[in-house]
Structures are given as C-alpha cells and as structure tokens.
C-alpha cells in the first residue's frame, strides 16, 4: 500500500522558515509529480508548489514565488518544501499529493495524500 506522510510543521514567527518534509512508500512507489497544497482554517485548499520529479521542475503559486522551495530527493523518495520569509498568512495545514490527472493546481485531480502537517506563523 503507498502512502504519502508529512513532517515538519510547526509554530514560528513572522519572517521566520520551515522545511517541510514528504516521504513517498514504500521505495519502488515513484510518483512522477507530487505538489504540496495547504488549507487554512474556514478556506478551501489551494496549491503551493508542484514539483516533477525527475526534472526537477517546478510550478508555484503566486502568493509563494521567491519565498518557498520544494524539492525532490531521489535518494530517500522524499519532497521537501523549505519555506522562508513566513507571513501570518501562510498558516495551515499543509499536505503532500501525488498521481496527478489534469491541472496541477486542482485538488480534485490527485489521487493520494499524506495526512497534513500543521504550520502556524504569529505576526
């Protein structure tokens, strides 16, 4: 059974960083596009960042462009989004997806998650 699982989260302040982490199961499971979207408390989930990856190339949201990061180590199968210059806004709970079909910033058009990891910034 493959599974996506999140770590990483936590609380910072404003102007502080995070890196979040996605570890992909079990090894031979290699999406070939994963994303991290994030849902804040009373909103709909919205994407972040989509990675492809075995090129490494990556889409991101405006609201994060110069700020976040997401990345791929082939090694441990693993995502990461390392998250800079954090804004109160940024908070929620953000997830990990994979097996994409459509529009990379639809969450309707992912099959598999990871369970989330909460992310708070104080202002």
């Known amino acids: 059974q493959v599974a996506l699982v999140e770590s990483g989260g936590g609380s910072v302040q404003a102007g502080g960083s995070l890196r979040l982490s996605c570890a992909a199961s079990?090894?031979?499971?290699?999406?070939?596009?994963m994303a991290w979207f994030r849902q804040a408390p009373g909103k709909q989930r919205e994407a972040v960042a989509g990675?492809?990856?075995?090129?490494?190339?990556?889409v991101y949201a405006d609201s994060v462009k110069g700020r976040f990061a997401s990345s791929y180590d082939n090694a441990k199968n693993t995502l990461h989004l390392q998250m800079n210059s954090l804004k109160p806004e940024d908070t929620g709970m953000y997830y990990c997806?994979?097996?994409?079909?459509?529009?990379?910033?639809?969450?309707?058009?992912?099959?598999?998650w990871g369970q989330g990891t909460q992310v708070t910034v104080s202002s």
């Open positions: 997806a994979a097996e994409l079909s459509g529009r990379w910033n639809d969450d309707s058009n992912y099959r598999n």
């Open positions: 079990p090894s031979t499971y290699r999406p070939n596009w």
């Open positions: 990675t492809y990856t075995g090129t490494i190339d990556t």
